[in-house]
């Protein structure tokens, strides 16, 4: 089945940072890739999204690049500000006649001035 | 544009009341709807989905159920509540095909006394 590992959090960092999300997957086919962000306390707004493989998602300063070969799709920016932070989920979408999305469990980033 | 409401924000519900937590689309048609619940510091879990009026797939067997009684109308609810019911409910929606990203609500917190 399909699946969607993340790096364990909480990740802390002081602002300026370089900041770096790890994500893999695995799934059938050729998967969307899709970044999402959520607030403290509010639900999740799509932050960036990749549909085939070699593709860049960029959004607000965060990037990530699809990568078939590594099944990977790594969030990354590169300098962070206090209002960066927030739980960072991935999730893929696999096709094939399936309705949902399979997300990853979050990575809680917390900025520190 | 596409608007998702979702309502209340928050719920405090004793142990066996019911529950009937309601979310709306505006701005498409024929919608996929998602349920999910979020517990404190986890992942999402996918509860129900819909790809069109009363068609309801359940994920996870409990003493939830889900309803769609109008194309842009998701309604989740349960006759009894349990304190394991408390957590952050997040209704969803995505065009159809899937690999569309999907656009969450606010969410509602439930806690149950």
């Known amino acids: 089945g399909n699946s969607v590992t993340q790096m364990e959090g909480p990740v802390t960092l002081s602002e300026e940072a370089f900041l770096t999300i790890n994500c893999t997957y695995t799934?059938?086919?050729?998967?969307?890739l899709f970044w999402y962000v959520q607030y403290p306390g509010e639900g999740l707004q799509l932050l960036l999204k990749?549909?085939?493989?070699?593709d860049k998602g960029s959004n607000k300063g965060f990037e990530a690049t699809y990568r078939k070969e590594t099944t990977s799709f790594h969030l990354e920016k590169g300098s962070v500000q206090v209002s960066d932070s927030a739980v960072y989920f991935c999730?893929?979408?696999?096709?094939?006649?399936?309705?949902?999305?399979?997300f990853g469990k979050g990575t809680k980033l917390s900025v520190i001035p | 544009s596409q608007t998702i409401h979702q309502w209340p924000a928050t719920l405090v519900q004793p142990v066996g009341s019911p529950l009937s937590l309601e979310c709306t689309v505006e701005?498409?048609?024929?919608?996929?709807l998602y349920w999910y619940r979020q517990a404190a510091g986890r992942g999402l879990q996918l509860l129900f989905y819909?790809?069109?009026?009363?068609?309801i797939s359940s994920e996870v067997p409990q003493n939830l159920s889900a309803s769609r009684p109008q194309d842009r109308q998701f309604i989740l609810s349960s006759k009894k509540l349990l304190l394991s019911d408390s957590g952050f409910y997040l209704c969803?929606?995505?065009?159809?095909?899937?690999?569309?990203?999907?656009?969450f609500g606010d969410g509602t917190r439930l806690s149950i006394l």
């Open positions: 969803a929606w995505t065009n159809r095909g899937g690999d569309q990203p999907q656009h």
């Open positions: 799934a059938t086919g050729y998967p969307s």
């Open positions: 990749a549909t085939k493989a070699d």
């Open positions: 999730a893929l979408y696999s096709g094939a006649g399936s309705y949902q999305l399979t």
């Open positions: 701005g498409t048609s024929n919608p996929n």
């Open positions: 819909s790809v069109g009026i009363g068609q």
